[in-house]
Every structure is written in structure tokens, then in C-alpha cells.
């Protein structure tokens, strides 16, 4: 048997991540630089809650503002409001998943697929710290 520290054999043993790269096994795929990924995700986290609120006051609701007819007609107002109401809501749905994410890393779940545990390619966290599934499964769900 290859001592890797995948997930399934650690739960075999009943053992943490930590314990298995102490008794110096082989750590594949989950040997992840969780420090580094917790940084990505934090400043990504930032990121979206200053775009956030900068762009607060364009999704607040449309005010006929008589100075500024002619020049931004409300139609086009109403539009704008609507793709800044957009905009929030997908920095929403990256924040929850940002979140849950980082709570992966606090219980030595990150980097593991939510839906079937297998190892996520670090090539597929690299590109989005905060995804939660392999590509089998992101590819099954999306069929
Ligand atoms: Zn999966």
C-alpha cells in the first residue's frame, strides 16, 4: 500500500492530514499550500466586499432626477440599476462560496470535492481557490 494522505485512507486510520505528513508519508494531491489558498480566498473576499460597496449607490432604487433628463433618460437609468442589482448578486453567490470554502480549509476539508471526496486538481483551485467540486461532478452537474 502507497502511504498518500488521501482522504479516504486518513478516515481509514482516523487520522488528520497533519498526523499522516508527521509519519512522513507521501502527500499527493492534498498537499495543498492551504495557507497560500486561505490568502487567495481572503483577499479575493475583499475584493468583492469593496466592489460592493462602492457600487452601492447605483443599485439603489431609480430616482427621476429632472436634472438629469435628456442626458440619462430613466429607462437607462432603470437598466443600470438593474445590472449593478446583477453584478451584487453574483458578488453574493462568490461570497458564500468563497466562505465556505474557507471553512473547508478550518476542517481539513479543502481541496476535496463536495459531492464525491475525491482530490480536486490543483490546477482546477488555482484557477478558482473557491471551487467545491472535481471536474467529474461540475461536468455531471452541468449535463
Ligand atoms: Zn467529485
Redesign the pocket.
Same mark, same amino acid.
Given at each position: 500500500m502507497t502511504a498518500t494522505c488521501s482522504k479516504r485512507y486518513l478516515s481509514s486510520l482516523g487520522r488528520t492530514a497533519a498526523a499522516c505528513y508527521e509519519a512522513g508519508m507521501t502527500a499527493g494531491e492534498n498537499n495543498r499550500d492551504l495557507a497560500a489558498m486561505s490568502e487567495r480566498l481572503l483577499t479575493r473576499r475583499a475584493e468583492l466586499r469593496a466592489l460592493s460597496d462602492s457600487a452601492r449607490d447605483s443599485r439603489k432604487p431609480v430616482e427621476l432626477d429632472q436634472s438629469k433628463v435628456g442626458r440619462l433618460s430613466r429607462m437607462d437609468a432603470m437598466q443600470d440599476q438593474a445590472m449593478a442589482q446583477e453584478s451584487e448578486r453574483r458578488r453574493k453567490g462568490e461570497l458564500l462560496r468563497i466562505g465556505a470554502a474557507l471553512e473547508r480549509i478550518k476542517s481539513d476539508d479543502y481541496g476535496y +470535492?463536495v459531492? !464525491?471526496d475525491?482530490d480536486i486538481a490543483q490546477a482546477r483551485l488555482d484557477l478558482d481557490p473557491a471551487v467545491a467540486? +472535481?471536474i467529474? !461532478?461540475a461536468s455531471r452537474s452541468k449535463s
Amino acid at each position: 500500500m502507497t502511504a498518500t494522505c488521501s482522504k479516504r485512507y486518513l478516515s481509514s486510520l482516523g487520522r488528520t492530514a497533519a498526523a499522516c505528513y508527521e509519519a512522513g508519508m507521501t502527500a499527493g494531491e492534498n498537499n495543498r499550500d492551504l495557507a497560500a489558498m486561505s490568502e487567495r480566498l481572503l483577499t479575493r473576499r475583499a475584493e468583492l466586499r469593496a466592489l460592493s460597496d462602492s457600487a452601492r449607490d447605483s443599485r439603489k432604487p431609480v430616482e427621476l432626477d429632472q436634472s438629469k433628463v435628456g442626458r440619462l433618460s430613466r429607462m437607462d437609468a432603470m437598466q443600470d440599476q438593474a445590472m449593478a442589482q446583477e453584478s451584487e448578486r453574483r458578488r453574493k453567490g462568490e461570497l458564500l462560496r468563497i466562505g465556505a470554502a474557507l471553512e473547508r480549509i478550518k476542517s481539513d476539508d479543502y481541496g476535496y +470535492c463536495v459531492s !464525491c471526496d475525491e482530490d480536486i486538481a490543483q490546477a482546477r483551485l488555482d484557477l478558482d481557490p473557491a471551487v467545491a467540486t +472535481c471536474i467529474n !461532478c461540475a461536468s455531471r452537474s452541468k449535463s
